[in-house]
């Protein structure tokens, strides 16, 4: 086994000699200069590979084989429909919160005001009814003539009609009022 590793040993050696010895010949042929010389030969081609971001097609190219190109330039146009299609999905959800704010700061329609307003004057006119109702029935049952659950009932649906004209009051001044300033924050957030 050491045999071996000696003569690959003495054949390295001997190489690394005579490429000495060639080198200081040649540098004593040139007079130590260096010299140039054109020499026609072939260089081979950086190869490149580039992928998009995105899925794609290519549909076109914007350089020419062989012309530089820096960082950021434009080299491919890809069309994705897919992309596109989220795109636009997503202009089309900007412009319905943009809608969603207009109306929201606009306020209640005039139509659903005047609404809201003769639903006061309705519950209005149901509890002045409730309310001669019950003074009938409460007069004709303190003389025993009504049963006093006739007076309960007429009662009680006074009271509903209170309860109902508040409501329909309540409901009135918030269509006066307008949004909300939560409601109005809440609509620039969605923007």
Same mark, same amino acid.
């Given at each position: 086994m050491a045999r071996p590793l000696r003569r690959i040993a003495s054949a390295l050696l001997v190489l690394v000699g005579a490429g000495a010895t060639a080198a200081v010949s040649y540098g004593a042929e /040139?007079?130590?200069?260096?010299? /140039? /010389?054109?020499i026609v030969g072939l260089v081979r081609e950086t190869? $490149? =590979?580039?992928? &998009?971001? $995105? %899925?794609?097609?290519?549909? *076109? $190219? &914007?350089v020419t084989p062989g012309q530089r190109v =820096? =960082?950021?330039?434009v080299i491919a146009v890809l069309s994705s429909p897919t992309l596109d299609a989220t795109f636009e999905e997503a =202009?089309?959800?900007? *412009?319905?919160?943009? &809608? %969603?704010r207009a109306r929201v700061y606009a306020g209640t329609r005039k139509e659903l005001v005047d609404i809201a307003r003769r639903n006061v004057e309705i519950?209005?006119?149901?509890?002045?009814? *409730?309310?001669?109702q019950f003074q009938r029935v409460d007069t004709l049952a303190a003389r025993n003539v009504q049963s006093q659950q006739n007076r309960d009932e007429t009662a009680g649906a006074l009271r509903k009609a209170e309860a109902r004209l508040r409501l329909q009051q309540a409901d009135y001044q918030r269509s006066m009022a307008g949004p909300t300033a939560e409601e109005r924050a809440s609509a620039d957030a969605d923007l």
């Open positions: /040139t007079g130590g200069r260096l010299s /140039t /010389t054109a190869e $490149v =590979k580039i992928a &998009a971001e $995105v %899925d794609g097609r290519l549909e *076109a $190219v &914007a =820096k =960082k950021g330039d =202009k089309a959800s900007v *412009a319905k919160a943009r &809608a %969603d519950a209005e006119s149901n509890r002045n009814l *409730a309310k001669q």
